[in-house]
């Protein structure tokens, strides 16, 4: 999809919305004049959630979920400004791929091979490579973070949570839309437009788009944005008792990709590029890639399309919900992570359909599907060049689950929680190994040699969830549950050695809490405790495999213990002034951690890493133990605090909102060098923001006000630091940036 082309349709929206003003001044709501209207009352305003596949009260649920919605939305452009948002969620831009982790669970893959542990949804389809879904935030109505495994309804790949995006729905009565644009920092330019057309009394089309560009904020100039995506859909509506909701969706990803920061800080700035002309330090790539040794092509293109629909009937006794979904991905990327040229290229192709039942009566909510996955991943290119390894390899995922979840109230007072999900998946495919001479260092190639079929893996999984909620009184309710998920296993590939299987990872979750609303729905006060049991945990390695070759491998290292609470304020002093506030604490350790490796790496004497190391006995080989350390990215406190003001001017409303982040130290790996302990930080976020009764809004505003450089992850690197430990290549979140929004609303 080209740029020009999609400018083209952006522009259509925008002069379509344009032309239909003058005839919807007269019925038109002025989205000023509502706020207005609503800021007379002190109430915290109710949020609906659809978490659980039905309408609920966010309040009068078990979950522990954030939910974005709202002005806040529009602020939210990148998977990265969830973490900003969300105490104990940490992302990281890694490559093309964000890394999320919550409560330190997580996956910090740097390719396709890997699979994330936080279920990414859009307008409920799971994304399984979550690159794809960058480019997917906008045109939204409210982003719900789900925290804990969701096993039960989510499935496989949500062992940490998952993230639902949900995007603005067609509406049958309205003719109108939007159109935006941001200017910022760094060129940002960002134009956002969208379209809501009906068609008849029985179909509405929305039409929506966004482009961006921004130059990359690391002195390499890495860790850019430049995308572009447009999103269609149709809805179908006869009557109250069906609907059919066709969408379809292309987006594409280029630029130079995500980059790495040198940590510890180099000539005073934190945002100095591992890859930065002159190199800061030496690149200690073999012979026969000595090209590499000025690594400048990093680079992304990533090529993404989905289409599926959501039939819905009310049968009377039970609503039946289908969404049949494909999803395609096309993804080329070189990076540099640690001292070697990484380059991918990869395919993949994701057919699912879920089908639901469900009802919802006083009594009894319950629902019960069926689910099918599958997944074609292709990687004709993997290749780590300094080591000279590089793979071709083919999987294919197929997988079937059965779920049911039902809430009972056996008093008015009293409800009761039960779920339960088989899943069955298997992993089947081919491998093959490089052959032949690289030749130019810096053109990618075709891993050629004869194909290896790999010993398929099947893996079943019985997840469940139970629990309880007790209303205490009418705006007090106490919860507690215990819940399960599961992430897939799978095969790292390495030269020689073929597919080197890993287990599927497990958590279990014992959470429990109390959502409260105080004076007249003023002061809301919500508290939770949380103890996880993390099994088998997957990480992925940059090592020497048992062939003698380097590249990722994913390693079960392991079991940890999670356990912590966090407590989340809000309350409307006026009508016009909010705070709200979130502090959470985590306490993690490695109950067992142990890897056998070829050398020692970030572990050799000398180095100072936490860890304890052995010889094997296998010559060259040690043994690492790790136990009672705590999990990388996962801080110790977190928290977010925020305050809202709005001055009413007539008809008009000026907002102005501050809100703040911090973290306290957290590991940037498993390495546990000295230098691998990010320092805590604290993080200021400022708006002012314009409403005017004719339907436009302005804003200005400056993130990372005090220009806290906040690290969200890393690895080693070969190369020392003055202090004789091992340098980092750290994922790091953008410096202060400034900028402004136009926004013009036209119709309903």
Not at 93 to 118: E, K, L, W, Y
């Amino acid at each position: 999809m080209s740029r020009k082309l999609l400018s083209v349709l952006l522009a259509s929206s925008a002069i379509t919305v344009l032309l239909t003003a003058p005839a919807l001044s007269q019925t038109a709501s002025a989205p000023a004049a509502n706020a207005a209207a609503g800021s007379a009352g002190t109430e915290i305003q109710e949020v609906v959630v659809t978490a659980e596949h039905r309408t609920e009260n966010l309040q009068k649920t078990s979950l522990s979920i954030d939910v974005i919605s709202g002005p806040a939305v529009q602020n939210v452009k990148t998977p990265e400004d969830l973490s900003t948002l969300s105490p104990g969620v940490v992302i990281a831009n890694r490559g093309s791929s964000p890394q999320v982790f919550i409560h330190g669970v997580g996956d910090q893959s740097s390719d396709n091979t890997g699979i994330g542990a936080v279920a990414f949804n859009v307008d409920g389809v799971y994304y399984a490579r979550q690159e794809a879904a960058g480019p997917a935030f906008f045109d939204i109505q409210r982003i719900e973070v789900l925290e804990g495994p969701q096993g039960t309804l989510y499935g496989r790949n949500a062992t940490a949570g998952a993230v639902n995006i949900l995007t603005n729905q067609p509406k049958l009565d309205s003719l109108g839309g939007y159109a935006s644009a941001d200017f910022g920092s760094y060129n940002l330019q960002r134009e956002e437009a969208a379209v809501n057309l009906p068609l008849g009394s029985t179909a509405a089309l929305r039409v929506a788009g966004q482009m961006t560009s921004q130059d990359g904020y690391l002195s390499s100039g890495l860790d850019d944005d430049h995308s572009k995506a447009l999103r269609a859909r149709l809805l179908f509506e006869p009557n109250d008792r069906y609907s059919i909701l066709i969408n379809g969706d292309v987006s594409q990803v280029t630029g130079d990709g995500g980059g790495f920061a040198v940590y510890p800080v180099v000539k005073g700035n934190p945002w100095t590029g591992t890859t930065a002309q002159p190199l800061l330090f030496p690149y200690e790539f073999n012979a026969k890639t000595v090209g590499l040794t000025t690594p400048n092509d990093s680079t992304v293109n990533s090529k993404n399309y989905g289409v599926n629909f959501e039939a819905n009937a009310d049968l009377g006794w039970a609503k039946l919900t289908l969404i049949p979904s494909y999803r395609y991905q096309d993804i080329y990327a070189v990076q540099y992570s640690t001292n070697s040229r990484f380059a991918e290229n990869a395919t993949t192709g994701e057919p699912t359909v879920e089908l639901r039942l469900s009802q919802d009566s006083s009594d009894l909510k319950w629902v019960t599907g069926f689910y099918y996955y599958q997944e074609n991943l292709y990687v004709p290119d993997s290749i780590t060049q300094n080591a000279l390894s590089g793979t071709s390899a083919e999987f294919d995922r197929k997988a079937y689950a059965g779920f049911a979840q039902a809430t009972y109230s056996i008093f008015d007072k009293l409800r009761l929680i039960g779920g339960v999900r088989y899943t069955s998946e298997t992993i089947t495919g081919s491998f093959s190994a490089a052959t032949g001479a690289i030749g130019d260092p810096l053109a990618p190639y075709h891993v050629t040699g004869s194909s290896t079929q790999i010993t398929p893996i099947t893996e079943s999984r019985l997840n469940y969830k139970v629990g309880a909620e007790y209303d205490l009184t009418a705006t007090s309710m106490a919860y507690i549950t215990d819940s399960t998920g599961f992430k897939a296993g799978g095969f790292s590939t390495a030269v020689g050695c073929g597919a080197l299987p890993y287990k599927p990872e497990d958590l279990s979750a014992l959470d429990g809490g109390i959502k409260n609303r105080f004076f007249d729905n003023r002061l809301q006060v919500n508290a939770e405790g949380f103890l996880w049991h993390y099994t088998n945990q997957q990480i992925a390695v940059v090592t020497e495999n048992p062939c003698g070759t380097v590249g990722q491998e994913i390693l079960n290292p392991g079991d940890a213990t999670i356990e912590g609470g966090n407590l989340d304020v809000v309350f409307r002093l006026t009508s016009s002034d909010t705070l709200r506030g979130s502090v959470e604490y985590t306490n993690s350790s490695y109950d067992t951690f142990d890897i056998t490796q070829r050398g020692a790496g970030p572990y050799a004497a000398g180095l100072g890493s936490a860890c304890s190391s052995s010889s094997a006995p296998t010559a060259g080989y040690f043994n690492i133990d790790c136990a009672g350390e705590e999990l990388a990215r996962t801080p110790r406190w977190s928290g977010t605090a925020a305050y809202e003001h709005v001055f009413v001017l007539g008809d008009d409303l000026l907002t102005f909102n501050v809100d703040g982040q911090f973290a306290s130290a957290r590991w940037l790996d498993i390495g546990y060098g000295p230098n691998g302990l990010a320092p805590g930080y604290a993080r200021l976020n400022t708006e002012l923001r314009f409403e005017s009764k004719d339907n436009w809004t302005a804003s200005i505003y400056v993130n990372n006000v005090t220009d806290a450089a906040v690290y969200t992850g890393g690895l080693n690197l070969t190369a020392l630091a003055p202090n004789g430990s091992s340098l980092y290549a750290a994922s790091i979140a953008p410096p202060r940036t400034a900028g402004v929004r136009f926004r013009v609303n036209f119709g309903g």
